[in-house]
């Protein structure tokens, strides 16, 4: 896509954590980081859509990826500009021609099992069966446990404050993964959205079979909205720290993409599409003994 096409982004800054007054098990008053958390009121051509509780590090690329994982936006070049202001908790979406239908397209809202209650306009399942993940989509295991480890040696608000959830991009071709872009925030449909953000600005608008090499980490738990986010984003391959619920389940079969979950360590549960992930066991190393109980 043209540059010149591309919507105008502020780069608006604010801190991501905060000292606080505690008190810890032994009495003693100390100094502990918090995240920070704002709200960022989102107002398309002047029209108040939504409040978003986020952490604030990328609030430009997550409107973005808002409005694009909500099919608000179908097109990137739709948005002329993006500009936060944080001084006023506002985000100002200016668009090219107007968003078609919005009064309609915002008339439902789904609530959803997102930390801080996200949500999501009209039908979760509206346009599942349009989706078409690439069939050539894989990962090994080595790559998966090299994925995981990337995630623990990172250095991230969650090891100094905690209270975040954290996404992140990899590329895995026949080589290593390669980290693309790690996002924390307060909730993992934030982080999400905003990874969605930078892919429209960076990335072709589809992606093509010969370009599928795209896994998506999280440390939340794989819920319908997150799977049906990350194949809207064309990402076939999901990887989640958590579980998988039911719906998220069946969204992730129904597409045809890799939910990965409870991947720590050399450990997972490979739930859906298990012929994207080429197995090696011996990596896994020895069995650990079964306790006595279990015997």
């Not at 002047?46 to 990328?58: F, I, N, Q």
């Not at 985000?91 to 997102?114: F, H, M, P, Q, S």
Request: aromatic share 4%.
């Amino acid at each position: 896509m043209p540059l010149s096409s591309l919507p105008h982004l502020t780069r608006a800054q604010a801190p991501l954590t905060c000292e606080i007054d505690a008190v810890n098990e032994y009495g003693e008053l100390q100094r502990v980081a918090i995240p920070a958390e704002r709200a960022l009121t989102v107002y398309v051509d002047k029209r108040e859509l939504v409040t978003l509780m986020t952490l604030g590090a990328h609030p430009e690329l997550l409107v973005l990826g808002y409005l694009r994982n909500q099919r608000l936006v179908r097109q990137v070049g739709d948005i002329e500009s993006i500009t936060v202001d944080w001084d006023v908790g506002a985000a100002a979406v200016k668009t090219r021609c107007g968003i078609e239908d919005i009064e309609e397209k915002t008339a439902k809202r789904v609530v959803t099992t997102g930390c801080g209650q996200g949500s999501v306009f009209g039908g979760l399942m509206d346009e599942v069966d349009q989706i078409v993940l690439s069939a050539d989509a894989r990962i090994t295991q080595g790559q998966l446990y090299e994925l995981v480890n990337t995630i623990r040696l990172k250095e991230t608000t969650y090891k100094s404050a905690g209270s975040v959830h954290a996404c992140a991009l990899f590329s895995c071709g026949q080589g290593a993964p390669e980290m693309l872009l790690f996002v924390e925030d307060v909730g993992r449909h934030n982080a999400i959205d905003t990874i969605a953000g930078w892919m429209a600005m960076n990335m072709a608008p589809t992606l093509a079979p010969s370009d599928s090499g795209l896994v998506f980490y999280t440390t939340g738990r794989l819920t319908s909205e997150m799977v049906i986010k990350s194949a809207q984003m064309g990402v076939p391959i999901v990887v989640s720290r958590s579980g998988i619920t039911q719906m998220g389940h069946q969204v992730a079969q129904a597409v045809g993409l890799c939910a990965v979950g409870r991947a720590t360590n050399k450990r997972f549960v490979c739930y859906s599409s298990t012929q994207r992930l080429k197995l090696e066991p011996a990596l896994a190393g020895p069995r650990p003994r079964a306790a006595a109980s279990e015997l």
